[in-house]
């Protein structure tokens, strides 16, 4: 079945530097959806990618979608603790499993003050 | 606010037992969706309904069952509960087709003693 991957699985930054986490699926996508966890908290939906070479920017973070829709990648310009979360990406699988979304394992962010 | 209630927030139970988590989800939402997420671990997809109608089943246990009911609240019911069932379950909503994004709720905390 579908399998997305991400790494890394934990990054520690000090604050003010730079974070990056990447997606990849087994397959290619229709779309890919990035989720944030707050420690204690429920996953919140911050952005989907549609496109194939897709860029979109909220703030400080940078969202990327791959040519061949089968990667993508969070960036976080300048760390603030207010970023520590869990950073998930997710896919939806292809025909009948277009239904449901698969997630990947996240990349668990922890900033430094 | 997510749009959807999960009842109750914790739940504390032995081995052996059976519980019954529940999702609402706000008005006019008609899919369900219902996550398995263990200690540090990513989100599981365990199964989701459409309009009373179950959609897509995940890695979901035999002991587990769901259903969703015609004024779409759902619930998901865990029988002969094991120490490894305990957990953190999320019930999430969607509106509209599969590209829409998911809305979480405050999510189930289950401990097993």
């Known amino acids: 079945g579908q399998q997305v991957m991400q790494i890394p699985q934990y990054q520690h930054v000090q604050e003010g530097e730079d974070f990056t986490t990447y997606c990849n699926s087994s397959t290619t996508l229709s779309n890919i959806q990035w989720y944030k966890q707050r420690p204690g908290g429920h996953p919140v939906f911050l952005i989907q990618?549609?496109?194939?070479?897709e860029v979109k920017k909220q703030k400080r973070l940078t969202f990327q979608f791959g040519e061949a829709k089968k990667n993508s990648s969070l960036h976080i310009t300048a760390t603030q603790t207010t970023d520590v979360g869990t950073y998930f990406c997710?896919?939806?699988?292809?025909?009948?499993?277009?239904?449901?979304?698969?997630f990947g394992k996240g990349t668990k962010l922890s900033v430094i003050p | 606010d997510s749009g959807v209630t999960q009842t109750p927030k914790h739940l504390i139970t032995a081995t052996g037992q059976r519980v019954t988590l529940r999702c609402s989800p706000r008005?006019?939402?008609?899919?369900v969706y219902w996550y398995q997420q263990s200690l540090d671990q990513g989100l599981q997809f365990l199964i989701q309904y459409y309009n009373g109608e179950e959609r897509a089943k995940g890695n979901i246990l035999e002991r587990f069952s769901a259903q969703q009911f015609p004024d779409l609240h759902s619930e998901l019911n865990l029988s002969s509960l094991e120490l490894g069932d305990s957990a953190l379950y999320f019930c999430?909503?969607?509106?509209?087709?599969?590209?829409?994004?998911?809305?979480f709720g405050d999510g189930t905390r289950l401990s097993i003693l």
């Open positions: 990618l549609v496109k194939s070479g």
């Open positions: 997710a896919g939806p699988g292809s025909g009948a499993g277009s239904y449901q979304l698969t």
């Open positions: 008005s006019g939402d008609l899919s």
């Open positions: 999430a909503r969607r509106r509209g087709n599969s590209n829409q994004p998911q809305h």
